[in-house]
């Protein structure tokens, strides 16, 4: 198993650009969220799915949308990039809330 | 809104002693807890975990300690080895979502 994967592994915007951010999992996991981690922070939920189909907000959600067509992929998708939003975002996924989580390696952001 | 938190941020220890990182938490409806260890420039790595119908579990060197009444999550590390240097999270999930503390930074000097 490839567990959780990212793509791309680093990315620079300039401000008011778009983009998505790719996750995928192949453990058949119903649970997939995204967190993003600034220097020396923990991580903060950004959006979490329970399942194909749905979607939630997590703490810090704005300027960020999310689908779940399949289990496998949960793209991020950053509508209007703001300098704000330099970060480093991780994808995780489990069996469910109550599971252990798995994370993808990350993606470094960096908005100009 | 709930939070979880550390005591402290930095923790320094000899190599061969046992660590023990403290975590508070403030939501009394959570359910589930999870400690996680992140070496830098890589993901969190699951260490142990703990749900809220048990007081301790043991892994590989590893113990969590949970104390509902204060709302209190501990990890203990024995013989800690240089390996164990990195930054460690606990994380507390009573609903849908899981939400991190902010890390404690432990450094095994050797």
């Known amino acids: 198993n490839a567990g959780v994967t990212q793509t791309p592994k680093f990315q620079v915007l300039k401000t008011g650009q778009s983009m998505t951010l790719q996750c995928a999992q192949d453990?058949?996991?119903?649970?997939m969220s995204w967190y993003r981690q600034d220097p020396g922070m923990g991580l903060r939920l950004i959006h979490y799915s329970v399942g194909a189909g749905i979607t939630d907000q997590g703490e810090v959600p704005n300027g960020y949308n999310v689908s779940r067509s399949t289990t496998e992929d949960f793209p991020l998708r950053l509508l209007s990039a703001a300098p704000s939003q330099t970060s480093v975002y991780f994808c995780?996924?489990?069996?469910?809330?109550?599971?252990?989580?798995?994370f993808g390696p990350g993606t470094r952001l960096t908005v100009t | 809104g709930e939070s979880v938190g550390l005591h402290l941020p930095t923790l320094s220890v000899q190599e061969g002693d046992n660590s023990i990182i403290n975590c508070a938490y403030s939501?009394?409806?959570?359910?589930?807890f999870i400690w996680y260890k992140q070496e830098s420039g890589k993901g969190p790595q699951f260490i142990i975990d703990?749900?809220?119908?048990?007081d301790k579990r043991q892994g590989q060197r590893v113990t969590v300690l949970l104390n509902k009444t204060v709302k209190h999550l501990s990890l203990q590390i024995a013989a800690t080895q240089p390996g164990d240097s990195a930054v460690y999270f606990c994380a507390e999930s009573g609903g849908s979502r899981l939400t991190f503390g902010e890390g404690t930074q432990l450094t095994v000097n050797p």
């Open positions: 995780a996924s489990s069996y469910s809330r109550t599971y252990e989580q798995y």
């Open positions: 453990m058949n996991h119903e649970y």
């Open positions: 703990i749900r809220s119908n048990m």
């Open positions: 939501n009394s409806a959570s359910d589930y």
